[in-house]
C-alpha cells in the first residue's frame, strides 16, 4: 500500500483569469489560502498577490484547500483545490461584478481541450441562454449571463458536446471533468455545483433558480431528444 508524505511542500501555482474574456489575467489580486473545501470564512493560513500575469505560487503540503480570490470590479471567486504530488496547479475564473436582475453561472473544469457546453432554459422554453465564450481549445470554462431575469425560473444544464455529436452517450468524460458550476447574483456568490461522480452520460442538470432561490437538482442523463437543443450550441 503506497501513501503520500504529507510534510513535503509543494510549489502550487494558481492562476485566475477573466471569465468574460479567458485571454485577460487577473493581474494584482488578492489570494487568501484556507484549508479544507468550500472554506469561506475559516482561518486564513496564507496570503499573497497574483502577478501581472495572474498567477502565484504558494507552498502547500498535500491535501484540501480553498483559495479566496479578490479584485476590485469583480465578484469574490472561491476555488477548491486538492493539492498532490502529481496535481500542483490550479487555474480560476473570476466573473466580471453582476449587475441588478442578473445571474452569471461560471461552468469551469479541468480536463482541457474537453468540449462542453453550458445552457439556461427557461420554466416555458421562451429563453435559451447559450455562453458568450466557447469551451474549444485550451479554454476551461464557460460564462452564462441571464439579464433582465425578473421572477422567471430557470433551469441550468452542461452537456458533453463532443461525445453527444460523435454519439458516445454513455461517455464518462463530462463525469471525469471535475466540472463546478459556480452562481452569482449582484450580492456575489449564490452557490457552487460539482458535476457527479462515477456517472455515464451527456447531459448535467446541475441546478434551478425559482422564485430567485437557488435549488440543486445534480440529475444526469445519457439520453437526449432528438432535436437541436442538446446537438447544436
Do not use: C
Not at 110 to 119: F, G, M, T, Y
Not at 144 to 159: K, S
Amino acid at each position: 500500500m503506497g501513501y503520500e508524505n504529507n510534510t513535503t511542500q509543494y510549489p502550487v501555482q494558481f492562476a485566475v483569469r477573466d471569465a468574460i474574456d479567458p485571454n485577460k489575467p487577473l493581474s494584482g489580486a488578492g489570494i487568501m489560502i484556507r484549508r479544507g473545501l468550500s472554506n469561506r470564512n475559516g482561518e486564513v493560513m496564507q496570503t499573497g498577490q497574483l502577478d501581472d500575469n495572474g498567477t502565484g505560487t504558494v507552498a502547500l503540503t498535500s491535501g484540501s484547500y480553498t483559495a479566496e480570490i479578490t479584485k476590485g470590479g469583480y465578484e469574490t471567486l472561491f476555488m477548491s483545490v486538492i493539492i498532490r504530488m502529481d496535481h500542483q496547479f490550479a487555474i480560476g475564473f473570476a466573473t466580471p461584478d453582476v449587475g441588478e436582475d442578473e445571474y452569471r453561472i461560471v461552468v469551469s473544469w479541468e480536463s482541457a481541450p474537453l468540449d462542453l457546453a453550458v445552457k439556461a432554459i427557461s420554466s416555458n422554453r421562451s429563453r435559451v441562454i447559450g455562453p458568450t465564450v466557447d469551451s474549444l481549445g485550451l479554454t476551461s470554462a464557460e460564462p452564462v449571463t441571464i439579464d433582465r431575469a425578473g421572477t422567471d425560473d430557470y433551469r441550468v444544464y452542461v452537456t458533453d458536446f463532443g461525445s453527444i455529436t460523435s454519439v458516445d452517450m454513455m461517455s464518462y468524460k463530462l463525469t471525469n471533468s471535475n466540472a463546478y458550476a459556480d452562481v452569482y447574483n449582484s450580492d456575489g456568490l449564490m452557490g457552487s455545483f460539482h458535476v457527479p461522480a462515477a456517472s455515464a452520460g451527456v447531459i448535467w442538470e446541475a441546478f434551478e433558480i425559482r422564485n430567485k432561490t437557488l435549488l440543486p437538482v445534480n440529475s444526469y442523463y445519457y439520453a437526449v431528444e432528438d432535436d437541436d437543443m442538446w446537438k447544436t450550441k
